[in-house]
Each structure stands twice: as C-alpha cells, then as structure tokens.
T-cell receptor
C-alpha cells in the first residue's frame, strides 16, 4: 500500500540549477498538493491540482511550476534554484478538499548552496 | 500572516497523564479543523478533525475541543503513551488549508 511516494528523499542543488521533485499517488485521488515547510514554520501551500490538466497557485508559488498530466503524478519543477528555496517539500493528496484529510508523502529535503 | 498559531513549540508529559496541545486562529471564516501527527523523516498523518458546527469530537484516546468565540482549539490525549511522542500540527480550512508551526510532544516513560 504505497499511498503517496516522493522522490528523491534528499537533494543538494547549486544556485541556478533546475530540478523536478516527483510525486505519485496510487489512491485515485483527484486532489493533489505541494507544500514546503521551513524550520519553525507550518506547511505552506505552493500549488495544488483538482484533477488531471488542472492546476492552481497556492500561497507561495513564485519560483515553482507544476503539471498534472495524469491522475497519479504531480511533479514540482524548480527552474532556477535559489537559497530561499532550501526547505522540506511535501506532496499530498485527498479525495476532495476541505474536510477530507490529506495523505502526505515522506518529504523531499532540498538544500540549495 | 500566520492565521493558525501553535504558541508552544514543545510539551513534555509523563506516560499515563493527559497531554493538551493548543492552537489559536485568527480567521473566523475557517469552518473545518484538523490535527496531524508527524514522526521524524515521515510525512504528517491525519489524526482527528472537527467541524465548526461542533465543539467536541472524540476518537479513542484523542479528543479535540473547539471554542469558536475564543478562536481556539485543543487536542487532548488521555492517557499519553511514549508512542505519542511526535510533532503535532493543527490545520484550519476555508477554501484552502492553513497549518500551524507544530508542537513537539515528548511522553516520558
């Protein structure tokens, strides 16, 4: 029972490099989310998707892009990595928004030096 | 702007006693509240929730209380067990989910 799978678990990038954080879920959930968690802070929503082909910005979208070509996958793209993007990134999914609990992956710890 | 605040970064209790974790919010439009639990190197997992039309919800050892007039919710764990040691996040929903910064609970044997 995989749930939400995130890869990689850890990554170190140089300033200006690009990378894609992968997220896949096998629960047939329509809604998927990307959060970042900075030290001492709560999770902040970067982007979310309500279904394949539909994405929208969250609270902190600058510097990121997403796509949702299938129900299962929701990759997060960093085009020009900056030190401010050093964080732990969590992907989550839910049947619906609002009162439905979100299921989280184990996170990707990203450091940009 | 932090719309959901957990003012205690950490809490330590003895096994068998009650743990009370607190959460305050500023937006009166929030209509659903959730608690998540997080172990190191894992993602948060859902624990318990409450709708704004209720003031209490119970699930086994876990009870969430909501005081709308004070914009305050709390999570009670009775009795506390060492396996409850984790970081607990409260979250509030109205069109999108807002999370608190978390409280690290340590339950000592």
């Amino acid at each position: 029972n995989a749930g939400v799978t995130q890869t990689p678990k850890f990554r170190i990038l140089k300033i200006g490099q690009s990378m894609t954080l992968q997220c896949a879920q096998d629960m047939n959930h329509n809604y998927m989310y990307w959060y970042r968690q900075d030290p001492g802070m709560g999770l902040k929503l970067i982007y979310y998707s309500v279904g394949a082909g539909i994405t929208d910005k969250g609270e902190v979208p600058n510097g990121y892009n997403v796509s949702r070509s299938t129900t299962e996958d929701f990759p997060l793209r960093l085009e020009l990595a900056a030190p401010s993007q050093t964080s732990v990134y969590f992907c989550a999914s839910s049947v619906d928004r609002g009162d439905q609990p979100q299921h989280f992956g184990d996170g990707t710890r990203l450091s940009i030096l | 702007d932090q719309q959901v605040k957990q003012n205690s970064p950490s809490l330590s209790v003895q096994e068998g006693r009650i743990s009370i974790l607190n959460c305050d919010y500023t937006n009166s439009m929030f209509d659903y509240f959730l608690w998540y639990k997080k172990y190191p190197a894992e993602g948060p997992t859902f624990l318990i929730s409450i709708s704004s039309i209720k003031d209490k919800n119970e699930d086994g050892r876990f009870t969430v209380f909501l005081n709308k007039s004070a914009k305050h919710l709390s999570l009670h764990i009775v009795p506390s067990q060492p396996g409850d040691s984790a970081v607990y996040f409260c979250a509030a929903y109205n069109n999108d989910m807002r999370f608190g910064a978390g409280t690290r609970l340590t339950v000592k044997p």
